[in-house]
């Protein structure tokens, strides 16, 4: 007979955790939050658009949840210690969870690529999240018998590359390599678990038809966001797809929720494909 204690029902799987979560202010960042809220996790909604943050937190926090929006530029260092400070004022002194979700594409082909898109992307995909992790290494490296563990947001393009896509697909593979080391390192001491998720098709606005949406460069200028043909044209696309359908941000949540619940305990270091198929 299993010792496997009951997954806390009805407290939730993450009852007493606190999660910070960035780019949550919209599309899967957002998503992941609510599902981890109602696993009852404390989460901060960390994001550089601060009308669709505090948004997403006030929504979380009327059905019951508790989150909090912190304001700020992930790329750059006072706004990520600015960002663990508050979230480990909200999490009264602790914090279980991370997910480095904030990100964009900036695609060109290989030759027209210039200095400025590549290094933004870099900075965003890969400086930002080992910042953030660095950051948050004095609660991370605790032995209080809390479980902890860190989910990168990678990309199918960073498993197989993707034409146009050389900063990402670099970017999204180096995360792979961050994930790998954090669980090295803070394994076997610490107990705290690394895991990637590299997801294929989630329909967002970055995989639409362009709607006037943007991300904000850390220059302060705008970057439109969205493709014509996009994944709003589902059946261009699901042919290669085993599931025959475009992932939601709530498939890409679920995943991400397995990842830092209980389920996944004795798994770490792993990139686990979130494309609906192989
Ligand atoms: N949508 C997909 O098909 C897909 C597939 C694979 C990977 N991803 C990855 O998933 C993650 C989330 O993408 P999404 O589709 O939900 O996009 P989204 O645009 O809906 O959400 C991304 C969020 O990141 C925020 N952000 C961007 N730059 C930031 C910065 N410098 N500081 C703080 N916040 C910043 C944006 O404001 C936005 O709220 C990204 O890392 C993306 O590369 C998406």
Request: proline share 4%; glycine share 12%; with cysteine.
């Amino acid at each position: 007979m299993s010792t496997n204690p009951r997954l806390n029902f009805p407290q939730g799987m993450l009852a007493g955790r606190i999660a910070i979560i960035t780019g949550a202010a919209q599309g899967i960042g957002a998503e992941t939050a609510v599902i981890l809220s109602r696993e009852g996790c404390k989460v901060v909604i960390a994001d550089i658009d601060a009308g669709k943050a505090e948004k997403t937190a006030q929504a979380i926090n009327s059905e019951g949840g508790a989150a909090i929006s912190v304001v700020g530029d992930i790329t750059k260092n006072e706004d990520i210690s600015n960002l663990v400070q508050k979230a480990v004022e909200f999490g009264d002194g602790k914090l279980h969870i991370i997910i480095n979700n904030a990100g964009y594409a900036w695609d060109d082909p290989i030759e027209k690529i210039q200095d400025q898109q590549w290094n933004t992307i870099i900075s965003l995909h890969n400086t930002a999240p080992f910042k953030l992790i660095r950051e948050a290494a004095p609660y991370f490296m605790v032995k209080d018998g809390e479980p902890r563990s860190i989910v990168n947001v990678s990309s199918t393009s960073g498993i197989y590359g993707n034409a146009g896509q050389a900063s990402y697909a670099l970017a999204k593979a180096g995360l792979v390599g961050l994930t790998k080391t954090v669980a090295q390192e803070w394994g076997p001491e610490y107990g705290v678990r690394a895991n990637t998720v590299a997801f294929g098709a989630i329909k967002t606005r970055l995989t639409q038809a362009p709607s006037g949406e943007y991300a904000v460069r850390p220059d302060g200028t705008k970057h439109a966001v969205g493709f014509k043909g996009g994944y709003d044209e589902e059946e261009k696309w699901v042919g290669d797809i085993p599931l025959r359908r475009i992932g939601t941000p709530t498939d890409a949540g679920l995943a991400i929720l397995a990842m830092v619940s209980p389920l996944f305990s004795y798994v770490t270091g792993q990139v686990t494909g979130g494309k609906g198929g192989m």
